[in-house]
């Protein structure tokens, strides 16, 4: 799955300027994404799109709020993302609206606790749903991981 949303992400400017999901779905066969992993990614990106909508009303949250993390969450994000969270609402990189719907998306995400490398990616591509205007060392420390470049 995130293999494709970080091809989505190289692809395509805006979430805009991709194509329906019918016609997604085949460039991504095409382009050698096995059936399965383009599944998710489009249903991931589905949810993210209901996700925004929920989150809408968000927005007059105070920038200044405390996100306290269920144990669930706590869980199921890890140690990595939750630090990593941290660090962008403290820099100023993500606001509470999109913490939220960076959380939802990470919660929807299969695996658990999620690494440094895949909260990275979904916190690109809500930033790149929402057209966000992002920072570039922030944006250098999305597109990179201690050990590897992420992208291509």
């Given at each position: 799955?995130?293999d494709?949303?970080?091809?989505?992400?190289?692809?395509?400017?805006?979430?805009?300027s991709?194509?329906?999901?019918d016609?997604?779905?085949k460039?991504?066969?095409a382009?050698?994404?096995e059936?399965?992993?383009?599944?998710d990614a489009?249903?991931?990106?589905?949810?993210?799109a209901?996700?925004t909508?929920?989150?809408?009303e968000?927005?007059?949250?105070?920038?200044?709020s405390?996100?306290?993390?269920?144990?669930a969450?706590?869980?199921?994000?890890?140690?990595?993302?939750?630090?990593?969270?941290?660090?962008l609402?403290?820099?100023?990189?993500?606001?509470?609206p999109?913490?939220?719907?960076?959380?939802?998306?990470?919660?929807?995400a299969?695996e658990?606790p999620?690494?440094?490398?895949?909260?990275?990616?979904?916190?690109?591509?809500?930033?790149?749903?929402?057209?966000?205007?992002?920072?570039?060392?922030?944006?250098?420390e999305?597109?990179?991981?201690d050990?590897e470049?992420?992208?291509?």
């Amino acid at each position: 799955m995130y293999d494709v949303l970080v091809y989505l992400f190289e692809n395509y400017y805006t979430p805009e300027s991709c194509p329906s999901a019918d016609v997604l779905t085949k460039r991504l066969m095409a382009a050698g994404f096995e059936h399965d992993d383009i599944d998710d990614a489009i249903g991931w990106l589905f949810g993210l799109a209901e996700s925004t909508e929920k989150c809408v009303e968000l927005t007059s949250m105070s920038d200044s709020s405390t996100r306290f993390y269920t144990p669930a969450e706590q869980q199921h994000l890890g140690v990595a993302a939750l630090g990593f969270l941290s660090f962008l609402e403290y820099s100023g990189a993500v606001a509470p609206p999109l913490r939220e719907i960076i959380i939802d998306r990470a919660m929807a995400a299969p695996e658990a606790p999620l690494s440094l490398q895949h909260i990275k990616i979904i916190t690109l591509m809500v930033l790149w749903s929402q057209e966000a205007e992002i920072d570039h060392l922030i944006l250098e420390e999305l597109v990179t991981d201690d050990e590897e470049k992420l992208f291509h």
